[in-house]
């Protein structure tokens, strides 16, 4: 989901980037849907894998510092946003864009504020392709690191399987081989022979 999100975005603004003064609303909210949405299935597993990739005692710390940069990212959006919409029209018609709407703009304010907008899009296309990439081959690392680990995991089994059938074979070959007691030691040795004091005198 982390490398199809930022592809859902792309598409989304891309279609946003052919905007024009007679597109219909709903163009424009479907459009923006589709972006949002794949900013959000984005969002998610990001979060998720920043979770994971800390120590549990440390995750609260690494949930205030992803909700810090969440918040820094979104002001310096609206920061470039509205820098470049403000630059746009004049300051007067500013305040008519946003107290009234573009209705009573001329044609050629409103086709100013679609391509500063229009910029803005081209700048999230970029990010979210910078995105996908990065997000792709973190997970490509991360497919190596688990089918390294399974392979470890693996050789450990087939030692501790070896290690196990090794000390099965002793144990046969101990239970095969013959057990003496003390008894049958002291039957098997020739008897000693009995000198009597008047031999040694």
Known sequence: MSVIGPLITIAGCSGLLTLNESSSLATVGGLLFVAGFGIGLFNSPNSMSNMLSVLPS???VASAVGMLTLMFSSMVALVITFSLVLNSIPQQELFILFIYGGTFLPKSDVLSVIDALKINYYLLIVLCAL???FAALNNFKTGASKNNEEGQEKNIEKMQNDEAHSDS???EEE???PRFSLGDVAQNMPDA??????DVL
């Open 131 to 133: 995105g996908s990439m």
């Open 175 to 177: 239970k095969q081989q």
């Open 58 to 60: 440390q995750r609260g």
């Open 169 to 171: 074979h002793l144990d």
């Open 193 to 198: 022979p009995t000198r009597r004091l008047s």
